[in-house]
């Protein structure tokens, strides 16, 4: 008991410890390690019960932070994603019950599998994928914009299988260092296929964004809405006569339905009239279903004239349990509680359509750009992303306020997330935060310019835009699908190899004997 307990709690911290703000991606590679050696030959129901013992230490080192917003997160983690690694302890032993080598040779298709399934549906939350501890080692993951994130979560479990197998058999010298060169090489394989992006001439952006630090659990309160709009007036104004294209303002920086608003509308238009430039900020917007009832976005729009209509674009993947309950549309108990009792979630519903935007250049009106707006959470997701750049957006801007977390990991591993979502579509992006990291990222991951967290900030910075569409942004997740369909063959094998093949040979056994 002791000695699983610690060897759960070890693998857990060493995950934890490889992700941001640390930049000690390399603990990943060992991260499973004291995981698989838990693992072995337990039964189905001791796999389920240390599987889901280290997803919670898992849970609790990476994504604690995820309590502060509302209660229902830690339901969330405990009830959902401490499943993700009971899953795969159960597969990992099912099939190490048919043989040990095959279960090893599994572990990268089966975790990558799990990985992939964590970003699928509603429930969907894959911030936790092993790939993103390393997003400081970008001479090591230009290989993404094939595989997405993905492809390095493989990769590292691989290494760790590489590393696992060393351990077991290192009382056989040959083995053992024929296994380590493999692993050298392994290791050293993403720098050879490194293939970062020349820089060309297809035009370039310049930006300014604007971090105001406006503590999120107070700017709604009627007091400190001018507040907010006295502060974002006076840092854009700071701007002054810069030569910018696009000011971007952060998710929700107008605590008010902006574009209902009669006196805040007005306010922001004119800003941007008198600075000749285009403001595109995160807003909250509602839509009327009928006399009675109406529908809430978080939304995103661009101020680009005194006089609307204004183009708007309503966030599509929400936050699960923090800004809407999974699945509510089609279960009717789940509506049926959520109108009895208020469990501190949001009710925002889901816009319909990914929309692109039009900007017009400053110094040449009639050269355009055609750019995406992500909305926070959106951003973890590689193929929406994808879906953005292929949809024609010559670059990304993200909007974000990560202020609910306060001083956690969580602004941090938020932020460097955007780094794979570069490389994976070779399209630079800006990241405008309400209390940080604001930062804009080049086709390559670089992070040209970032802010700090919880500081007032404008970065204003100049960047090419997207010269070609990558793999990843025509066919997206073909790597995790084929990886997917791997593992389940893997599954399928051994349960028919260990029920029927291995069984049979038992009772063959027996009856002789």
Same mark, same amino acid.
């Given at each position: ?98 043989? /040990? ?16 399934? *964590? ?86 952006? *310049? ?82 279903? /009928? ?37 509510? &549309? ?21 816009? &319909? ?48 306020? &990560? ?38 990222? &080049? ?13 007032? /900030? ?22 995790? *699908? ?16 260990? *029920?029927?093949?291995?069984? /049979? ?9």
């Amino acid at each position: 008991m002791q000695r699983n307990l610690l060897l759960s709690i070890v693998s857990a911290l060493l995950l934890g410890l490889s992700f941001a703000p640390l930049p000690l991606g390399f603990l990943a590679y060992c991260s499973l390690i004291p995981f698989l050696i838990l693992l072995k030959d337990l039964s189905f129901k001791e796999s389920f019960k240390w599987g889901y013992i280290t997803g919670i230490f898992i849970s609790l080192f990476t994504i604690y932070w995820i309590v502060f917003p509302t209660s229902l997160g830690v339901i969330a983690v405990i009830l959902v994603h401490a499943l993700y690694y009971a899953l795969f302890a159960i597969f990992y032993t099912q099939i190490s019950k048919t043989s /040990d080598n095959l279960a090893l040779f599994a572990v990268p298709f089966v975790w990558t599998a799990i990985e992939y399934g *964590k970003s699928l549906g509603e429930l969907g939350f894959p911030w936790v994928s092993l790939g993103y501890t390393q997003s400081y080692y970008t001479a090591f993951i230009q290989y993404a914009e094939y595989t997405s994130v993905y492809g390095v979560s493989f990769w590292i479990c691989v290494l760790n299988v590489g590393l696992y197998s060393i351990y077991v058999y290192r009382k056989n010298k040959k083995i053992a260092f024929t296994t380590a060169i493999f692993l050298i090489i392994l290791f050293l394989l993403p720098l050879s296929v490194n293939k970062e992006v020349q820089k060309g001439n297809s035009g370039k952006v *310049k930006v300014a964004l604007v971090q105001g630090n406006i503590d999120p659990y107070q700017k709604w309160e009627k007091e400190n809405r001018e507040r907010s709009f006295f502060l974002y007036d006076s840092l854009t104004k700071s701007i002054g006569h810069q030569q910018v294209d696009l000011i971007i303002w952060p998710e929700t920086a107008t605590p008010v339905y902006l574009l209902r608003s009669r006196t805040k509308l007005p306010w922001v238009t004119g800003l941007s009239d008198s600075l000749n430039t285009p403001i595109f900020t995160g807003t909250p917007d509602y839509e009327w279903i /009928d006399k009675k009832n109406y529908k809430t976005f978080n939304s995103i729009t661009l101020i680009d004239k005194k006089q609307g209509p204004f183009e708007v674009y309503s966030k599509m993947k929400l936050v699960p349990f923090g800004e809407r309950i999974p699945y509510q &549309d089609y279960l009717f108990f789940i509506k049926l509680i959520l109108s009895k009792f208020n469990l501190g979630e949001g009710n925002f519903s889901p816009g &319909d359509a990914i929309k692109l935007f039009r900007l017009s250049m400053r110094q040449n009106p009639n050269k355009t750009f055609r750019f995406g707006g992500v909305i926070c959470f959106e951003s973890i997701f590689p193929e929406f992303v994808g879906d953005v750049v292929k949809r024609g957006a010559e670059f990304i801007v993200i909007v974000t306020n &990560d202020g609910w977390y306060s001083r956690t990991g969580a602004p941090y591993q938020h932020a460097q997330m955007a780094v794979f979502r570069a490389i994976e579509n070779r399209t630079p992006i800006a990241r405008c935060a309400n209390t940080g990291i604001s930062m804009t990222i &080049d086709q390559n991951g670089a992070i040209l310019k970032q802010s700090g967290i919880f500081e007032e /900030d404008v970065i204003i910075d100049e960047f090419e835009t997207r010269t070609k569409l990558t793999y990843f942004t025509k066919y997206g997740h073909v790597f995790s *699908k084929i990886v997917s369909v791997i593992a389940v063959i893997l599954l399928i094998f051994a349960y028919i190899f260990h *029920k029927y093949i291995l069984n /049979d040979r038992r009772s063959s056994v027996e009856d002789k004997s």
